[in-house]
């Protein structure tokens, strides 16, 4: 009741209810840890809560398991409460009634169903973050053969889905955990490292916070300053591949919290004025968001006693935006946030409809799962631009015909397989050339040219532009 305390009296009434059933339902079981059960489903709802999402998504994160360990069924949970919460339960619930031929079939049939569940409700992945969050966190009291295979899940699966939907807050700690359980020893190594940096930083990142804060308010900007460094996971990945720590552009960064958009880009010349840049490393993801809707001005600046400093500026709707992506919609658009969410994913999030689509054609569910770990959840991604701009990614490896089929609907199929060619960053170049990260591409096609197209099935990379080759085929023959 603490942590929705600002909630209404409805909404807390709502979640009292399904809090008593919860605990009346799990009653007698206990978790590995030796605790009630109900631990776990109150810890899933804290994180809910503290995302500061409905009570419909809180009661149904107090009744998530209820479904698959208990005699409750969705008919109930609908009598009882309403129908968003007995769908949301539903689809995070796991198929028992099925029967498999083995563990790994179900896993992917689950994976699989997850993903469906999205596509009506990207609350229920929501949900679901949140209690693979506190298995993660209470991961010790299981078996070492259940610990590394939840951490390979938890690595493969949900750190790309929440990283797809920007709810960076819980990808890191999700990511932490599960590199813990699967490479102790690096683990082991980079916190110590972390550990290190961070006492040897201290002062010269409070000293830094305080001069920027005191500069932007003299040029009449008010601000709030955040320190961050970057996580174990990441300083691991980072000294895996080079020797010095300090060259690391984002290692040690400042979060610049300005009231609007244009104080951002006034903040940024402000800071410059201060501390030199390093040149090349300015961002701006307000003017060109990621796709995770990620927004924020991006420098590193030489800041005191040398040390590469990234600035990160943003208003406050991106700061929230930053931590919790998605997730954030509730808390910032109120009574419209379900449909707003629903509809960013649809339209804004280009895995969204990778995942549609591979949903449709793809029948079996080991193929579906590899599509997700080779295609969706690799973290070999490239960003692509096209003509105007936008931003595509694809795996590493993608070709311009690659491109050309993800963006099928602004060239239309006719063109595709009058494709000849494309212009990468002005120059053009041949339909086998490998697409470079940030490259800008445009696709050349010429209606008097018809294929090479024999080729194009070898050209491709995804198993989305190659399935769309041979349906087209299948169209003309
Ligand atoms: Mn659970």
């Not at 009630?36 to 994180?47: E, S």
């Not at 949900?127 to 390979?152: G, P, V, Y």
């Amino acid at each position: 009741m603490e942590e929705v305390k600002g909630y209404s009296k409805e909404e807390k009434e709502q979640i009292k209810k399904a809090y008593y059933l919860a605990e009346e339902l799990h009653k007698g079981t206990k978790r590995k840890s030796g605790e009630p059960y109900i631990i776990h489903p109150l810890n899933v709802a804290f994180t809910l809560a503290r995302l500061k999402l409905d009570a419909d998504t809180i009661s149904a994160g107090l009744l998530h398991d209820t479904i698959e360990d208990t005699s409750m069924t969705k008919e109930r949970l609908k009598e009882e409460f309403n129908e968003d919460v007995a769908l949301l339960v539903d689809g995070v619930s796991k198929m028992k009634e099925v029967d498999f031929s083995c563990k790994q079939e179900q896993n992917w049939a689950n994976l699989r169903k997850l993903m469906q569940c999205m596509a009506i409700d990207v609350r229920t992945i929501i949900i679901k973050l949140a209690d693979r969050l506190h298995n993660m966190r209470t991961l010790e009291f299981m078996s070492k053969e259940k610990q590394i295979e939840n951490a390979e899940e938890t690595m493969e699966v949900f750190v790309s889905i929440a990283n797809y939907l920007g709810m960076n807050h819980i990808q890191v700690e999700l990511r932490d955990l599960a590199f813990m359980y699967l490479q102790p020893d690096s683990y082991k190594r980079a916190k110590e490292e972390r550990d290190r940096i961070t006492e040897e930083s201290k002062s010269c990142l409070d000293e830094m916070s305080i001069i920027i804060a005191d500069k932007l308010k003299k040029q009449g900007i008010n601000s709030q300053v955040e320190q961050r460094i970057k996580s174990i996971y990441g300083i691991s990945t980072y000294i895996e591949q080079n020797e010095n720590l300090a060259k690391m552009n984002d290692l040690l960064a400042l979060k610049i919290v300005v009231d609007n958009k244009a104080d951002c880009y006034s903040s940024l010349g402000i800071i410059h004025q201060e501390f030199k840049p390093i040149q090349g490393k300015i961002k701006d993801y307000i003017g060109a968001p990621k796709t995770n809707l990620y927004q924020s001005l991006h420098t590193t600046v030489y800041g005191l006693d040398g040390r590469h400093i990234q600035a990160q500026i943003r208003t406050p709707e991106m700061h929230k935006i930053a931590a919790n992506g998605l997730a954030a919609y509730q808390e910032l658009y109120g009574q419209y946030a379900n449909y707003l969410m629903q509809e960013e994913l649809e339209k804004r999030m280009p895995f969204y409809s990778y995942l549609i689509e591979a949903n449709e054609s793809i029948r079996s569910n080991q193929d579906f799962f590899a599509f997700l770990k080779t295609e969706l959840f690799t973290t070999h991604i490239h960003t692509i631009y096209d003509k105007t701009g936008e931003v595509i990614e694809l795996p590493i490896g993608s070709s311009p015909i690659d491109f050309a089929y993800i963006l099928d609907g602004q060239l239309g199929n006719d063109n595709i397989n009058n494709l000849t060619g494309a212009i990468v960053n002005g120059e053009n170049v041949s339909l086998s050339y490998m697409l470079q990260n940030q490259d800008q591409v445009q696709v050349v096609a010429d209606r008097n040219f018809i294929g090479p197209q024999r080729d194009f099935l070898d050209l491709a990379k995804t198993n989305y532009a190659k399935r769309k080759i041979k349906e087209s085929r299948t169209q003309q023959n």
